[in-house]
């Protein structure tokens, strides 16, 4: 066993791999108006697909890492990913380069997985950028016992829970049944501050909850 320690983080590995922890929702004690939730699509959805060199994917990191820092700015230090390929990923990434910098120094990446082995499947390359993520995050939540739709859902709702933002690349205006537009749709009932990102033009709007 060995025990790494990178400035704030103390993460525990077994033979290599990050100690990811169970939890159940309600148990973390996060001031919500200080922390966001991101929520997005997968590469499939997407019209470059897994080609993150191209512009349109190139944009829309662009425009994550700027709302990433503006939510920074108003004093929101915690946040929670999912894990997915796509947007989660990018996120994640977005967010521990950001932490590498002296002044944002304070974020914490919170990641919360549906369940253990979601991955399995994915290529290589994909899963090590994933268990570099995990490695280096505040927190790694497993949120379900069991590969399943509820796992999923679970894990969706128990982020919404924790925040009191969300960033959400979605089409808002063209709902498309996915677990994104769950995720939107319970951020919405629990009153988020929600600034959505456009996934073919990254262009940016926001939720107008004073309309509820």
Sequence with gaps: ??????????????????????STPGKE????????????????????????????CQRIKKCLQEQLIRLYHQGVRCFWVGGAMGVDMWAAELLLR???????????????????????????????????ICRYAEKVLVLGEMPSSESYKKRNYYMVEQAGHMIAVYDNAHNMRSGTQQTVNYAKKKGLQIIYIHPDTAQVTEEDITKK
Excluded at 9 to 18: P, S
Excluded at 35 to 56: A, L, M, Q, W
């Design 1 to 22: 066993m060995t025990w790494i320690i990178k400035r704030s983080w103390l993460i525990y590995l077994v033979h290599g791999k990050y100690n990811m922890q169970r």
């Design 29 to 56: 004690n996060y001031m919500n108006s200080f922390s966001c939730v991101i929520t997005g699509h997968r590469p499939t959805r997407f019209k470059f697909k897994y080609n993150e060199k191209d512009k349109r």
């Design 98 to 132: 950001m932490k590498e910098q002296q002044a944002y120094q304070d974020v914490e990446l919170c990641l919360a997985l549906p369940f253990e082995g979601y991955n399995a499947d994915w290529d290589d390359w994909h899963r090590k950028r994933m268990d570099f």
